[in-house]
């Protein structure tokens, strides 16, 4: 109905000039309110009024509003039969933009223009002079009064437009263009540790394409952004308004289609990635990866006549070979993480229902460090292990070897304290979480009843079973996990006396 | 108990309630240790901060904190109306009046939605600072790797206290937005319940307090999230306090939310259709709706890690599940984020269009993605637990859901760039701060996408990259915002100017240095350092050294501009030039009133809507008449009148 962005400039003449008279809806039930109304309107037709109907309720000005397309309606104010309320709902807060008057006869004074204006009263009579002309695009056009006026301006003010737009829109490639050489040449591999697992493959190209996708839209608007600040800023002193745009719904409707479609695109190639992380080799080698406050245990099952698996507390993985593991842990959260292989999983308490799996298949030897990504209290700063990738020669040579070593009580006292003790218990007499094992043997300890013990092999096993039954002076009850009694075997206990036996200073 | 004369100290609200405090406290304790005397349990232990003892046990502790807090409520006088009407006494309707005026009002309980808007912003703004003051002493730990002057126990109860208090700091700031702007942005002379909406925010005091609390009786361990079993198998008595603290806070939000909701549904004035509201009420809206829906799940779940500790009961460890607490932990927590951020990205879209002196570039889109986050933030909470071990097929939907937020989000962004395109743009200090929160919110949400994608939040999840992630969406959603909202309205408030220089030399130092610290934070999690660890490790100590020492000099500059905002707020309110109604030339209908705003609003003014609300550039167009002379007067009475007083002072 407006003349906005028409295509070529003088379609947008002729649009004007048909639009010259304007269109008016008089909505009133009283016949001498709507006759007196034409023909004061009709008095100026030199303006460009043209009354084209009159109706009495909201259904006929709806069925007007089809037929005769009105660009005014002028309501009675003062009619009970019509409902004001509801012309407002349907005619000013609906989409269309018509223009809606109230006029009431009570006074000369009551009108109100539902046009966005604020009006005095006053103003009615000179609004409805030239309320025709009061579409901002139209407006000095035709105060000119001047056929053709100002062409050359309007010309240039739109050339200027696209100008402005073509000019950030290549600042913006030029920006995002940088970004992503260097995301290219170097930026994304410095961003990311070193990969060393098959898993890290499909995770880092997703990183890359990331990376890359962020670099440009974060071009994109902070270059508009400070384009817009730069140029268009207000100077000093003036104190106009910027252009009246309230929007482009054909503009809203591409920016939410198109991020909807690269969103779904992303959580495509998001499932694709993860699937490719997930995938089972044949045959894998199987460690159980077992978390308690604040160390990691590795058992691996072996086929021996001795014992049917190994403890260890650095994790050996053969290189080039899909490793499962197993996570759970004796206490509370852990998270299996080595940033080298990208992938982590939490390690959950609870038993066999609660175990987790994660595949790693390393690609590099060397030596990395597993490291607890969830807050596991205390120590969870320090909750690391090593990690030693080394080929699978060498793996079995050092499995064969763990084996042998489970002969010795001592030796499988000192497993079992590397594997589970030693991140609150040490073996030089420093202070731990929990009391230091050197010397512990036919020590006296006070308890926090204030009783003494001497400690023997009953107080060890019963401490090792019965952990809160009693604590030694000074150190926090319910920090030791309760389940030692289950997991570890009577040679293993055993073995943890002969080993603390040992310690002596 | 209701004040009316001027008294001395001790008629002041927050000091009857902090007497109250103690005296609910030493009742409570009283009671479970009589109480286990008589049933012959042991009723004390040794006071033994090194063992986490503190002589009374956990219960008589909790029961303490309980009863410490419904004191501070009876004392502080914000229910006593209720008491009377249980009687059958009336109150005065309009019970403003009854209220003492001048700063000290500030410091009792008043049911004018305008001073508790205050008493929320100044409560948020202490709140903000201690919490950030918690992360200057661990992040002076972390300049440099090895440990220094912390211990691994104090640090942990830092971060954890710097998460949580910052939390409610977030909640208070939203809760100072909403109260005093929603009244009056809709037409209205106060909140739909006054009485709620001060029991709604002075029971945050106490929660505060036994939140605080925590730091005595052994410190936190939890990070705030408070996992079971680690929060449940935590030998120190703080987690109990730490749990009832948030607890109460929550429950501030839901009856705030309710409040606000009631408020817009029920009270807009003649005209205010939806589509008409300041976009700042369409945001208070959605925040409100999440916040009146989903905190109870935060409460629960941490009420049943509480009853875990205190009764032996076993949600979530022995035959429960940990996976089942980070689900109801999450289903309130992920939709909080946008409780966090909505009434920040209103605050843009509100300042804007008055800066720019152009329309909010596609009013109703920016006002439906509200809605569209915040209905989109309901379903994608498991995206918190890539990693959890859940069941794995559920990370895929979870991941589509999560990524659809991108949708309405950028919607967001579109809009505030094709505002400012063409705008003629002021500097001014509000004006700055929103141009800030927009490109730090930017940086937000463009670093989200990795962690919503499964595999990639693979390698982030529990990084600092994460760390990094939310710092720039709470800062670009609530942080710069909520600046540019204080200075935006401190005129309207105050009655006075702040000082231009002092704001801009806040946003100059700010700006940057909150650059560094977030993309420092996130190149460290990328390279592999892991969250809430005391401690860099050791194996990245050299890659990531300078960039640890920076991010700890650039908090150190956060604080200080932060200061610099104090004291030019203090001394401004105190000295600074007398404000003009409206100063910005903003269409919005609060700056038609003077400043400061007087005690009823628009009284008997009435309030009608005439136009839109940001038609800058549209010449002779208005947002709202409050002019009596072109009120028609056989008009039956605007609804807000209906509420306002028969005469105002």
Redesign the interface.
Known sequence: MLCKNPPIINDFYKCMTEQLSRRVLIASSHPLFGQGLHRLLQERRQAGVEVVGMVATVDEALAALDQLHPDLIIVD?DDQALNRDEF??RFV?GESKLRVVLL?L?SPQ?A?V?D????A?SQIDNWLEEWTYLD?TQKPLIKQGDEIPKVENRRRSVMKKYI?IVVAAVLVVIVAAGLIFWLENGGTAA???EAASAQAE??DQ??GL?FK??AF??AL??V??VY??VV????KG????????????K??IT??AI??A???F??F???Q??A???RADPQPEIVNVIGQKWQWSFEYPVDSVAVDKIASPVMYMPVDKQSILY?SSR???H?F?V??F?????A???GEN?V?TLRVTPTKEGTY?L????????????M?AEVRVVSQSEFDAWLTGEVAKLSDPVAIGQNVYENNCKACHTIDGSKGVGPSWLGLYGREETL?DGTTVVVDEAYIIESIINTNAK?V???????MPQNYGEVLTEEQINGVIEYIRTLVP | MNEQKKGGFFSIGLVKGILGYVVGMVVGLALVTVLRMILGLPATT?W?P???TFFFVEGAWVAGALLGTIFFILSVGVASDWFKWMRGVETPSHPQDAFEHGAKRYLSASFDHKVIGVQYGFTSLVVFMLAGFFALIFRTELAAPGMQYLN??Q??TMFTLHGIVMIVAILLGVGAISNYLVPLMIGANDMAFPRLNAFAFWINVPAAVTLLSSILLGGL???W?G????SQ???SLGMSMFFWGVYFAGMSSILGSLNVITTTIRMRAK?M?Y??MPILVWTALATAMIGLTATQLIGLSFQMVSFERLFGMTFF??EG???LFQHLFWFYSHPAVYVFVLVGLGTISELLPVF????L?????VALSAFGIALVGFLVWAHHMF???ME?YL??PF??ST??V??PT??K??????T????????ETPSLFV?GA??IF??GG??G??NG????D??L???YWIVGHFHATMFGGFVFPFFAALYYWFPKVSGRMYNEKLGKLHFFLMLPAFYVQSLGQM?VG???M??????Y?P?LAPDIQLTQLLITIAAFVIGLSVLIAVVNFVVSAARGKVAVANPW?SRSPEFMLPSPIPVHNYGDHPFEV???PY????????YV?IDPE?A?K?EEPPAVSATAPAATD
């Not at chain 2, 996992?227 to 680690?230: G, N």
């Not at chain 2, 962004?413 to 094709?418: E, N, Q």
């Not at chain 2, 400012?420 to 500097?427: E, I, P, T, Y």
């Not at chain 2, 892991?530 to 401690?535: E, F, K, L, N, T």
Request: charged share 20%.
């Open positions: 104010y407002l709902a807060e009431s009570h009551e109100i539902y966005r204006r604020t009006l009263a901002e402005h961003l990311l540790p499909p995770i997703l990183f990331e996708v962020i839209l974060f608007i902070v508009m952004m817009s600040m268009f800023r207000r100077k003036d104190l106009t308004d910027a252009e009246h745009i309230e929007g482009n719904t503009l809203e920016w939410t991020p909807l690269a969103v779904l992303f959580a190639l998001g499932g990635s993860l490719e992380t997930l996570l206490d509370i959260i998270s993480w940033p080298e990208r992938v982590k999983q939490d959950l308490p609870g609660m987790r460090y490291r607890c990504a969830e807050l596991c209290g205390q120590n969870h700063t320090n690391i926090t604590i002076a000074g150190y926090p009850a319910g920090v | 040794p033994d090194q063992a986490k691994l126990d640090y942990n361990e939890t990070g999230t996992y079971p079993p680690l198998t935590s030998p005209g259709g589509f008409r460890h022995l599940n940990p996976i720019a002196r152009k329309p570039f596609g009013y109703k889109w990693t959890s071990g794995s990370r895929v991941m589509y990524l659809l991108a949708v950028g919607i962004f579109f809009s505030w760039v094709g400012l395109w063409g705008g003629k743009l002021s500097f141009l927009i490109s930017l940086l463009l670093s996408p990795p994608t499964v595999s990639t693979l390698h999840q529990d990084t190149q990328l390279l592999g892991r969250r809430r660890i005391a401690d490790d194996a030339r005439i136009g839109e038609d800058y550039g549209l010449a002779g167009s208005a008449s072109r028609p056989r």
